[in-house]
């Protein structure tokens, strides 16, 4: 019966028509089931003659790459709508670790090497987004693990929240500590590795359970402080280290991406479609 069903494309689609001109298939390349970043991966086949279902996919499978879709689209969940509707100007997603930082940096005149050796004003701003980019990186890598992860998230006052994960895991509010090859007393009150600008003047303890408490109210969720050292040259023995603000260096990021048995998928979905309006940080 496939021979008697030819193909004929149509802009982006492949149609499937019967003999007498019904069209009793079709492939559409750019709508498959949701990714990671939320558009179609793999395209979908619908079927629109149910008893012609194997004649219709044996007929598209020599057009078809990779894993496709058979089927209708699932009913859009309302987090997938609420991000259809966000307007591209208040979606963080595409934000880069450190983006407040690039923005900062990449508007400054052009400097000779030796300038920059001798006296670099900027000089902690681009460690601090080197380190962010560090654990950037690592944070990424938990996307495998069903994780979603946002960066560089504005905060009225001049703040931000350098990441933010959410996953099987909860909802964690990482903040980034370049220790810049010295020790540090994670077990300290005050863990005082060198910030940068106006926050150096805050103790990064305090300043990773004040994001996360912002985070939280803004959210409407638990948000859990992260705190990661990027370049510390070890670790001095101190008293031990707050309950409440998990402390790691960027090497150990990477395995907190086996954390689970918190939120469940449609709940890291919705969590993530409301983190990412930028319209959710003005609240906080």
């Known amino acids: 019966m496939a021979g008697l069903l030819r193909v004929t494309p149509a802009g982006d689609r492949l149609f499937v028509r019967a003999r007498d001109g ?6 559409d390349p750019e709508d498959g ?18 008893p012609l279902r194997a004649e219709v996919l044996a007929a598209l499978a020599p057009f078809v790459t990779g894993e ?3 089927g209708p689209p699932p009913v859009p969940t309302s987090a997938r709508l609420a ?6 100007d208040d979606d963080l997603a595409p934000n880069r670790p450190g983006e407040a930082l690039h923005a900062r940096l990449d508007h400054l005149p052009a400097r000779g090497r030796a300038a920059r050796a001798l ?3 900027h000089r902690a701003d681009r460690t601090l987004l080197a380190a962010e980019q560090t654990v950037g990186a690592a944070l990424d890598g938990w996307e495998g693990a069903g994780w979603r992860l946002l960066h560089s998230l ?7 929240i350098p990441h933010l994960a959410v996953g099987p895991g909860g909802v964690f509010a990482v903040h980034t500590v370049p220790a810049r090859r010295l020790p540090v007393r994670t077990g300290a009150a005050l863990l005082r590795p060198p910030g ?4 150096a003047a805050v103790p990064p303890l305090r300043l990773a359970r004040r994001r996360a408490e912002r985070a939280s109210y803004a959210l409407a969720t638990a948000v859990h402080p992260l ?6 040259a070890g670790r001095t023995a101190g008293p031990p280290g707050p309950a409440d603000v998990r402390i790691l260096s960027a090497a150990d990021v990477p395995a907190l991406a086996a954390l689970g048995g918190v939120l469940k998928p449609a709940d890291v979905e919705t969590v993530y479609a409301t983190a990412r309006d930028r319209r959710t940080w003005t609240r906080t």
């Open 196 to 199: 940068t600008g106006r926050d």
């Open 33 to 50: 089931a949701p990714g990671p970043g939320g558009a179609g991966e793999g395209g979908r086949i619908r079927i629109a003659h149910e």
């Open 68 to 70: 496709v879709t058979v």
């Open 154 to 160: 504005p905060l009225p006052g001049d703040d931000r």
């Open 119 to 121: 006296h670099d004003p």
């Open 227 to 232: 705190l990661v050292l990027v370049g510390p």
């Open 22 to 27: 019904r069209i009793v298939g079709w492939y």
């Open 83 to 88: 991000r259809l509707a966000l307007h591209p």
